[in-house]
């Protein structure tokens, strides 16, 4: 059984810019929920995607939008980059079925903004 | 709005010892609770879950302690090893804007097995 993987592992961006990232879901799950977590911080809840809809969001703008595909993958794309966007994007994705599933992280990518 | 919150940033113990570590959380109407592991360069790993219903769980020498009167949680490690070393999250699994179920995660506890 494949986990999650996200892609890619490191970035670096310059404020202004645009950055997508890609993340590949378990096998078996169809929810997937997208997490930044700033140096020190615990992650922060940025949304979630079912049946490649947004159907929760956290306390992020508008220039954090997302897709989830017919396989179940995901993207997160950030528009006008900021600093305070540096941190590591995790993406998390969970089985179909019940309301307390498990979420199973991926790596993360870590994103730099200069 | 509802947070989560640890008591302490930092914890050291001796190899072989018992760790526990706290968590406080603020929504009274939080029904699940899950402690996370996360690894340098990792994401969280899943350790142990609790719901509101019950007091105490047990899994391979971790154990979770809930008091819903004082709004707190606890993880015990038993005989704590140098793989334990990591930030610990505890995190309350509630209901977003929409009818996702999010995360809220605290800021976490270094773990640090000594020698």
């Known amino acids: 059984e494949t986990g999650v993987t996200q892609s890619p592992t490191h970035l670096i961006k310059t404020r202004g810019q645009q950055v997508t990232l890609r993340c590949s879901s378990q096998?078996?799950?169809?929810?997937v929920s997208w997490y930044q977590q700033a140096l020190g911080q615990g992650p922060q809840f940025i949304f979630q995607?079912?049946?490649?809809?947004?159907?929760g969001r956290g306390n992020f703008p508008p220039r954090f939008s997302g897709l989830q595909f017919p396989n179940y993958s995901s993207e997160l794309n950030v528009n006008a980059l900021e600093l305070d966007d540096s941190a590591l994007y995790l993406c998390?994705?969970?089985?179909?079925?019940?309301?307390?599933?498990?979420?199973?992280f991926g790596p993360g990518t870590r994103l730099t903004v200069l | 709005g509802e947070s989560v919150g640890l008591h302490l940033p930092t914890l050291s113990v001796q190899e072989g010892d018992n760790s526990i570590i706290n968590c406080a959380y603020s929504?009274?109407?939080?029904?699940?609770f899950i402690w996370y592991k996360q690894e340098s360069g990792k994401g969280p790993q899943f350790i142990i879950d609790?719901?509101?219903?019950?007091d105490k769980r047990q899994g391979q020498r971790v154990t979770v302690l809930l008091n819903k009167t004082v709004k707190h949680l606890s993880l015990q490690i038993a005989a704590t090893q140098p793989g334990d070393s990591a930030v610990y999250f505890c995190?309350?699994?509630?209901?977003?804007?929409?009818?996702?179920?999010?995360?809220?995660f605290g800021s976490g506890t270094q773990l640090t097995v000594l020698p």
């Open positions: 998390a994705s969970s089985p179909p079925g019940q309301s307390y599933n498990e979420q199973f």
């Open positions: 096998s078996g799950h169809n929810t």
């Open positions: 929504n009274s109407a939080s029904d699940y």
């Open positions: 995607y079912y049946r490649e809809e947004e159907n």
């Open positions: 995190a309350e699994n509630g209901l977003s804007s929409g009818s996702a179920r999010q995360l809220t």
């Open positions: 609790i719901r509101s219903n019950m």
